[in-house]
């Protein structure tokens, strides 16, 4: 796997090489949702009122900017490997 963000990223998925993104989950108490941040890929910002919401909406989002980057779709659909924790890292899997 090639983590978004580093240096030929780019090329690397044009190549067809998985890529990775670390995505930091945060929960905000006084609304009462939980927002995803990347700073491996600009742009993505998303907030749901749940986990799962959110792991939908990371996805889409991702795979967007990243096709945007890109200028060209996405091979295959992406995957989100999540271990479970807020405040974390999860990894977007791209096959």
Known sequence: MYRVGLAFWKLAARLGV???????????????????????????????????????????????LIEHALHRPLKRTATVVWDGTVERTINFVTQ
């Open 18 to 64: 998985p890529l990775s993104l670390r995505i930091q989950i945060m929960h905000d108490d006084e609304a009462d949702v939980y927002i995803a941040t990347s700073t491996d890929l600009a742009g993505l910002v998303s907030e749901a009122p749940s986990l799962v919401e959110l792991m939908f909406s990371v996805r889409d989002c991702s795979e967007m």
